[in-house]
């Protein structure tokens, strides 16, 4: 895994909710990692992949905004990205630095 970004190798990883993606970046050159190539436990990687299927339900398409409620949504995923990125650091201790990300779309947008 730790080959397939651009500094070739790196122990700096970052846990963040986007569109299409999936959880683990790299936070040097923000490679997105497959999370299947990520050494952590299977169970922590079905976690991580319902998390961020769940990303951006806060955000309204249309009208390229956000949804009634959109802001509790967004804090609500980022508590629950905080506790896997803790989880992420549990598996990776010694061997990765892992922080998280969180998104902040509808609170810059809650106003629009
Ligand atoms: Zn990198």
């Not at 500094?7 to 490679?31: H, M, P, Q």
């Not at 497959?34 to 990303?55: A, D, G, H, Q, R």
Request: proline letters at 3%; charged letters at 30%.
């Amino acid at each position: 895994m730790v080959d397939l970004c651009s500094c070739n190798k790196t122990f700096d990883l970052k846990v963040e909710g986007d569109i299409a993606a999936d959880a683990i970046w790299c936070n040097r050159c923000y490679s997105n990692f497959c999370i299947e190539e990520v050494p952590i436990s299977i169970k922590l990687k079905m976690e991580l992949t319902e998390w961020i299927s769940n990303y951006g339900k806060w955000i309204d398409w249309e009208n390229e905004g956000i949804i009634p409620n959109g802001v509790a949504l967004e804090e609500k995923h980022n508590i629950e990205g905080l506790k896997l990125t803790e989880k992420v650091q549990k598996e990776l201790e010694g061997k990765y630095k892992v922080s998280f990300s969180p998104s902040t779309f509808a609170k810059r947008n809650a106003n629009n």
